[in-house]
């Protein structure tokens, strides 16, 4: 809708312009001088208008460095014409303008300058107004900035604050946004705003696609006109978006992870590399652990230095990969309480008494694996009475020490024996 909109406006501006005829006796009145329309609604206002044909007219501003034009397309609402966009600003021998048969310049004339308007061999001449003293004398120059998509954006600074007009890079769109001070935010259609309208660097911020993924793009503002001041207090405001500039890490296997930190905390969105693959994972503060496919966290998610770590490949000995997050945005603060994740428990020493042994103890089945091998002899008849060998006495000192007994009870046998014999004799 929008699009034919701007088509049919476009075509009655080529239709005007081409059906009525430059005459000479047209342009031999003298200009008609007034204060600037505007694109939307009152935003050309700083600097003069002059009528310079059917369906164009230039509004003129005196800067520091000189006088410039700048040509607008007119739309059809008489008796009140409009402007419906910018065909460019004419500067003194500068390149022309041209448009619809139509070839526009700024030139020196004497100790002034005129506007020429050419078309069909005939030359008609447009004098600018003397410049006054005011705000039109302090309008920087026009910046201009691609934001991509066919779109661009005419930034400029005056006492009454920045500026800027987004417009099709088209001359036959006729689409137009304006940002100002006090009104510093874009149409949902475009991401676009002034950062810091009031304060001494603003800064134009827009994305022409969408996705929160998709990094904004950013823009100074030229500066003022030396010698001239601004109408009103400068303060710097908050940031306009305490999120940070997106880091991107690219993790391996076809993977890469945005990282981003606001008030809210760390933040980690890890995606395939390839626009095609649809898969992602996001991280946070609250939630510091990725699924099973991928290792993936964020340690010490709530401190003051929280680092992304992962794994794209298997196995214990593969190094992880680790990151930072990139600073908080200057001004702004955390929502949450700063505490240091408690480092695992180291283990515990031992408690052992100083001094006390540390050998094994010996059980029972280490005493028969022990024993295993061994020979027990057992005295037989009178002597094996009362003979216990108990299993703790089964090594070599117990054998020698009853082999002693044995040979000591043989020994008083003989004795006895031998007593008895010479007794009888």
């Known amino acids: 809708m929008r699009t034919a909109l701007r088509a049919s406006i476009s075509t009655a501006v080529l239709a005007g312009a081409l059906l009525a005829p430059i005459a000479g006796t047209a342009y031999a009145a003298a200009p008609q001088a007034g ?31 000189g006088p410039e034009a700048e040509v607008l397309a007119l739309g059809s609402g008489e008796p009140d014409t409009f402007p419906t966009r910018s065909l460019g600003v004419l500067t003194p021998g500068g390149p022309a303008i041209s448009a619809n048969g139509l070839e526009l310049k700024l030139v020196k004339n004497g100790k002034g300058h005129v506007i020429t308007a050419t078309k069909d061999g005939a030359t008609n001449s447009f004098p600018l107004p003397a410049a006054t003293t005011g705000p039109a004398d302090c309008v920087s120059k026009v910046k201009q900035v691609d934001l991509g998509a066919g779109l661009q954006a005419d930034l400029t600074m005056s006492p009454k604050g920045p500026k800027v007009v987004m417009h099709g890079a088209d001359p036959a769109d006729t689409w137009t946004q304006t940002l100002t001070r006090t009104n510093p935010l874009g149409s949902p259609d475009y991401f676009s705003r002034i950062n810091n309208p009031s304060g001494a660097k603003p800064v134009f911020e827009w994305k022409t696609q969408g996705g929160d993924n998709v990094p904004s793009g950013f823009a100074n503002f030229p500066a003022l006109p030396k010698g001239c001041t601004l ?178 009870v043989f020994a008083a046998l003989g004795a006895t024996v031998l007593r008895r014999r010479r007794s009888h004799g």
Request: glycine share 10%; aromatic share 4%; charged share 15%.
């Open 231 to 408: 109408d009103y207090q400068v303060h710097d405001d908050a940031p306009a978006s305490c999120v940070s500039k997106v880091k991107q890490v690219d993790l391996g296997a076809g993977l890469q992870a945005d990282l981003t930190m606001s008030p809210k905390g760390p933040k980690v969105v890890m995606h395939g590399a390839d626009p095609a693959d649809t898969w992602t994972q996001t991280l946070t503060r609250t939630n510091p652990l990725g699924s099973p496919d991928y290792f993936s966290r964020i340690n010490n998610p709530s401190g003051a230095k929280p680092v992304f770590e992962w794994k794209t490949q298997g196995g214990d000995d593969v190094p992880s990969g680790f990151a930072n997050f990139p600073a908080l945005p200057k001004g702004c603060t955390l929502d949450y309480q700063v505490t240091e994740e408690t480092p695992a428990p180291k283990p515990e020493p031992s408690t052992a008494t100083p001094g006390a042994s540390t050998a094994k103890p010996v059980t029972a089945t280490n005493v028969s694996a022990q024993t295993v091998g061994q020979t027990t002899v057992v005295p037989q008849g009178a002597v094996a009475a009362g003979a216990e060998i108990a299993s703790e006495d089964t090594d070599n000192s117990t054998t020698v020490a009853a082999g002693a007994g044995l040979l000591a």
């Open 35 to 65: 204060p600037a329309a505007s694109a939307s609604g009152n935003d050309r206002e700083a600097g003069t208008r002059i009528n310079i044909a059917p369906g164009f007219a230039a509004v003129v501003r005196h800067t520091a460095d």
